[in-house]
Structure formats: structure tokens, C-alpha cells
């Protein structure tokens, strides 16, 4: 028995989780998850494995600039491959993600199997916590991306690209809801605890400039916080 599953891989992704249901329903797919939604694609790996399926072709899709490229649906789907064991379905990957509903079968039929069995996902700059002066997390939950959170996150790395600042410098990181619905999209600095909100593509290259190269808070979008003390 074949099974295709198609996989949302962006945080943008995990926001239209009912319209890539529907897609996935219209093409007769199973739906997974990379990041930041249910089911993972692990989870329904096992799932289907589970319940027999003894080939697995892997589709995915991604709606936005922050998501992983392609490889990345690869590693996850071998890594669980290899942790199966002997006697796990045969799974294929896609070549590219889909861009339109027309490109689902020609993807499938292009499928490669994942057939070596060697180490799983390691990487040596996986090893060590970050270096990271900052860390910023965008709040990517419902209202956040209804309210335009995904032009944030590109404005805010496109703003560090500009500013000379990497990944050693700031890490800029994709959230579940962060609660301040109100003032979505919510965009916080960490250690320095800065909540901002209505953080559009303007505001995220002013946070930049202002915050986190010039070490001054922008107090114009800057959030109420009270800490509760223990």
C-alpha cells in the first residue's frame, strides 16, 4: 500500500493548517508538519507505518521565505527512516516543493527513496548553544500571521542582512502564540525582555536599526510588561 503525505514545512505553513487540509483531502493525501503544527511529520510516519503502509511518498509544500529548503524534508523523513529500523515502509521524497495543485502528481512520480542507512541528523555546529547577543522570537500564531507576521520575519532578516548582523549576533526565531493578540504581530527581544507589538515590515527595519544594532529600544512600539516576581 502507497501513502502520500503532504508536508507543510514553514512556519506559515502551520497558519493555513485548514487550507492545506483541504488541499491535502482534494488530492487524496495524508498532512504533516514540519514545524510548529500537528501532526509532525514524524508522528504521522509512525502512524501510517503503524497501520501498514509499506510505501511513503513525501510532497511538500511551503508557504513562506522562512521555511527550510527542500533538504531539509529529506533529513527529517531519513533520520525517522533510520530510527524505524528494519522492516519500516520504503519512503520517498520530492525533488522540489509544490507551487501549484498541477505539479502533485509530476512531484510524486519523481519521488527518490531514501535507502542509505548511515548516521542520523548530526551537524558539529549543532553541538554548542548559540553565541547570540539577542535572540528574537516572532510570534507566529494565529493573529500574528493573519496580521502579517510572516513579511515581519523577512523584513527583520533582510533589515540584519543590511545592518551586517548574523546569526552569531542575533537569532531570530519563529514562536507559537506569545498571547498579546491584540497587538499582533508581536515581536519580542530576548535578553533584554523588549516586547513589541504591530511590528510591520517599517517598524521590524527600525527595530533593527534602533535595537538591536544601535542598543536602544524603540519605546514607540515597545509593550507594558509586568513581571511577576517569584
Known amino acids: 500500500m502507497t501513502v502520500h503525505v503532504l508536508v507543510g514545512t514553514s512556519p506559515a505553513d502551520a497558519a493555513r493548517r485548514t487550507e492545506l487540509a483541504g488541499l491535502a483531502h482534494r488530492l487524496g493525501a495524508e498532512l504533516a508538519f514540519l514545524q510548529l503544527a500537528s501532526p ?5 510516519l509512525t502512524q501510517l507505518a503503524d497501520a501498514g ?6 510532497v511538500g509544500v511551503s508557504g513562506g521565505t522562512s ?51 548511515g548516521p542520523g541528523l548530526t551537524s558539529a555546529a549543532w553541538e554548542d548553544v548559540p553565541g ?3 535572540q528574537v522570537l516572532v510570534c507566529r500564531g494565529p493573529r500574528c500571521s493573519a496580521a502579517g507576521a510572516e513579511e515581519t520575519s523577512t523584513a527583520l532578516v ?20 506569545q498571547f498579546p493578540c491584540n497587538h ?8 533584554d525582555d523588549v516586547w513589541y507589538g ?21 519605546e514607540a512600539l515597545r509593550l507594558a510588561r509586568v513581571r511577576r516576581e517569584p
Open 67 to 117: 521555511g527550510p529548503g527542500v533538504s531539509w524534508l529529506r533529513r527529517i523523513a531519513a533520520h525517522w527512516w533510520r530510527d524505524r529500523g528494519e522492516g519500516a515502509p520504503e519512503v520517498a521524497t520530492a525533488p522540489a516543493f509544490m507551487a501549484a495543485e498541477s505539479e502533485w502528481g509530476p512531484l510524486g512520480d519523481l519521488a527518490r527513496p531514501i535507502t542509505h542507512r
Open 184 to 191: 499582533a504581530p508581536v515581536v519580542t527581544v530576548q535578553p
Open 132 to 134: 547570540h547577543r539577542h
Open 198 to 218: 504591530r511590528v510591520d515590515p517599517p517598524a521590524a527595519d527600525q527595530l533593527v536599526a534602533d535595537h538591536l544594532a544601535g542598543g536602544s529600544p524603540v
Open 40 to 44: 509532525a511529520l514524524t508522528t504521522r
Open 53 to 58: 503502509a509499506e510505501r511513503l511518498v513525501l
Open 158 to 177: 533582510l533589515a540584519l542582512m543590511r545592518a551586517g548582523l548574523g546569526d552569531d549576533d542575533v537569532l531570530v526565531t519563529q514562536t507559537g502564540c
